[in-house]
């Protein structure tokens, strides 16, 4: 079946330093990702939709120059966050679209900002 | 944009028991409902899903039921065992953009 590997699965870093994340589809080509967050004990929050080769598209409230998200290649899509500060500390995942109805999900990064 | 509003946000049930999530979404346009399960700090994993043009999709002890009318779906577990214990999330999207669209969440426990 479709795997997305996710790296890394968890970071700790300084505030206003910036972290990036990245997600891999192994066996099939990811046109289209969607990035999340999730707070504890809270639900997955789209944060913004990456197509190959075009600008993504976040989701209203979330800043596109803090959370940069590249996706250069059907392969590999890329979550970077800017200048991170605590309040950024949460649990990031990706979900590859494997066509119409269908989702594979990275195993997630927990991100912890000191 | 789409809202999925999910009930309860906790429940406990007897081992054996049945235990039910209920969902309800706004966008009369969404046509796919699948339900995830979440462990603690893992990926979400699929158990059901159902499209608009069916009512009811039942996998073993796990089944799912759609309202399109009153635009709800609900989730129902029978004779749990406490290997169900998890987080459970609805979601729905559309045709066009895909996004899945999460509710807030139900955790469960199945007491021994």
């Known amino acids: 079946g479709a795997v997305v590997s996710q790296h890394p699965s968890w970071v700790i870093c300084k505030s206003g330093t910036s972290v990036k994340i990245e997600c891999r589809s192994l066996d099939f080509q990811a046109t289209t990702m969607f990035w999340y967050r999730q707070f504890p004990k809270q639900s997955l929050m789209l944060m913004a939709t990456?197509?190959?080769?075009?600008?993504?598209?976040?989701e209203q409230g979330v800043e596109k120059d803090k959370f940069l998200i590249n996706h250069a290649s059907l392969t590999l899509s890329t979550l970077t966050v800017t200048s991170a500060h605590p309040e950024d500390s949460s649990f990031y995942i990706c979900?590859?679209?494997?066509?119409?109805?269908?989702?594979?999900f990275g195993s997630g990064t927990r991100l912890t900002v000191v | 944009g789409e809202n999925v509003e999910q009930h309860p946000s906790t429940l406990s049930v007897q081992e054996g028991d049945s235990a039910v999530i209920k969902c309800t979404y706004s966008d009369s346009a969404s046509n796919y409902f699948p339900w995830y399960k979440q462990e603690l700090g893992k990926r979400p994993q699929l158990i059901i899903d159902?499209?608009?043009?069916?009512g009811e999709k039942k996998d073993q002890r796990i089944a799912v039921t759609l309202n399109k009318t009153a635009k709800h779906f609900s989730l129902h577990i029978t004779e749990t065992q406490p290997e169900d214990s998890a987080v459970y999330f609805c979601?729905?999207?559309?045709?066009?953009?895909?996004?899945?669209?999460f509710g807030a969440g139900t955790t469960v426990t199945v007491r021994a």
């Open positions: 990456s197509n190959e080769g075009s600008k993504a598209t976040y």
């Open positions: 159902i499209r608009s043009n069916v």
């Open positions: 979900s590859a679209n494997t066509g119409s109805y269908g989702y594979t």
């Open positions: 979601a729905a999207s559309k045709a066009g953009d895909y996004k899945l669209s």
